[in-house]
């Protein structure tokens, strides 16, 4: 159930970033409330811990690109919400991943734009880490 939220919050957040450069509350405060209620529900207490650390992590991993003006708010909410519904661990593993995306995507933009001033929305980058992160999970050990 979790990953089915994930899923649909990342694919609503990315086609919003990419139609309008935003990432609207209404889908990440929710999805966030959602993924604190999966995990309380099954887990109790452990579960709202994973959740909070998560949205923690999530937040704090993004808090200083934001305070520097290198994304959105919606960015920051997007990787706190990830981080209610699968926790800390996952969110550090999406981070690397997205910032290794934005990495390819920005340079491909500023290539085709002959500009290194060219941004990006990051939200895609985000949803890509996410997925990725999510087939990595399901992958046989």
């Known amino acids: 159930m979790a990953e089915f939220l994930l ?12 139609k309008s450069r935003l990432i609207y509350n209404w889908v990440v405060i929710p999805a966030a409330v959602g993924g604190i209620a999966l995990n309380c529900w099954s887990t109790g207490l452990a579960g709202l811990s994973h959740s909070l650390l998560g949205i923690l992590a999530g937040v704090g991993l993004l808090l200083i690109p934001f305070l520097l003006g290198g994304m959105g708010a919606g960015d920051v909410k997007l990787l706190g919400a990830v981080g209610a519904i699968k926790g800390a661990p996952f969110v550090l593993t999406v981070f690397i991943a997205a910032a290794l995306v934005g990495g390819v995507i920005s340079l491909a933009a500023a290539i085709r734009n002959r500009s290194l001033r060219a941004t990006i929305p990051y939200g895609p980058a985000i949803g890509i880490g996410a997925v ?5 999970c399901f992958l046989p050990r």
């Open 7 to 18: 899923v649909i919050t990342i694919a609503i957040c990315v086609y919003t970033d990419l």
């Open 132 to 136: 990725f992160s999510l087939l990595i």
